[in-house]
T-cell receptor
Framework: AQSVTQLDSHVSVSEGTPVLLRCNYS??????LFWYVQHPNKGLQLLLK??????LVKGINGFEAEFKKSETSFHLTKPSAHMSDAAEYFC????????????FGRGTSLIVHP | DSGVTQTPKHLITATGQRVTLRCSPR?????VYWYQQSLDQGLQFLIQ???????AKGNILERFSAQQFPDLHSELNLSSLELGDSALYFC??????????????FGEGSRLTVL
């Protein structure tokens, strides 16, 4: 079986300050991990993915995430938040134990204040 | 634009009714996934098709069914609708069979409201 836990349902930051969205995963097999973003009334878009290559993964719009096997974590960060980053963010795991079906976390709503 | 098209975008219907949601995957993608997004359950995997064949089933109710046609478009049929079926239904497509290496491309969803 596989699962992800997004540790915060809401994160609030000021524009220009760092962003940290936390994700822990559970998987009996080596996982692939993804972060997706969903803007209001839109579909989900891939931000970045980890598929057993480099543990520090860079994505679009300045986001990056680090795979830490010892901590079973895949936290998403960005050095400086923009107003346009306000959205819902989903951490996703896919592994053999779940038949490689992408399993989504509950989501973290990022709020960016001017 | 992800290249995945879902229709209708919005649908309002009554309890007990039946609806069909349609998805056209991105050109060249053979896999189609259906997910249900609701406030209390988050994004739940329903079913996956690959090149016309059912490949994996998730938390899909018996009242729900799906299929993928030879032209690779897919339909999700929801019958005997209940108030709790109100949700946003997403279709996603990918090139390959498994979801561990590739990106899923999502449509903008079909919002179903059951009154």
């Amino acid at each position: 079986a596989q699962s992800v836990t997004q540790l915060d349902s809401h994160v609030s930051v000021s524009e220009g300050t760092p962003v940290l969205l936390r994700c822990n995963y559970s998987s009996s097999y080596s996982p692939s991990l993804f972060w997706y973003v969903q803007h209001p009334n839109k579909g989900l878009q891939l931000l970045l993915k980890y598929t057993s290559a480099a543990t520090l993964v860079k994505g679009i719009n300045g986001f990056e995430a680090e795979f830490k096997k010892s901590e079973t974590s895949f936290h998403l960060t960005k050095p400086s938040a923009h107003m346009s980053d306000a959205a819902e963010y989903f951490c996703v795991v896919s592994a053999a134990g779940g038949s490689y079906i992408p399993t989504f976390g509950r989501g973290t709503s990022l709020i960016v204040h001017p | 634009d992800s290249g995945v098209t879902q229709t209708p975008k919005h649908l309002i219907t009554a309890t007990g009714q039946r609806v069909t949601l349609r998805c056209s995957p991105r050109s060249g993608d053979l896999s189609v996934y259906w997910y249900q997004q609701s406030l209390d359950q988050g994004l739940q995997f329903l079913i996956q098709y690959y090149n016309g064949e059912e490949r994996a089933k998730g938390n899909i109710l018996e009242r729900f069914s799906a299929q993928q046609f030879p032209d690779l478009h897919s339909e999700l049929n929801l019958s005997s609708l209940e108030l709790g079926d109100s949700a946003l239904y997403f279709c996603a497509s990918s090139v390959g069979l498994t979801g561990n290496t590739g990106e899923l491309f999502f449509g903008e969803g079909s919002r179903l409201t059951v009154l």
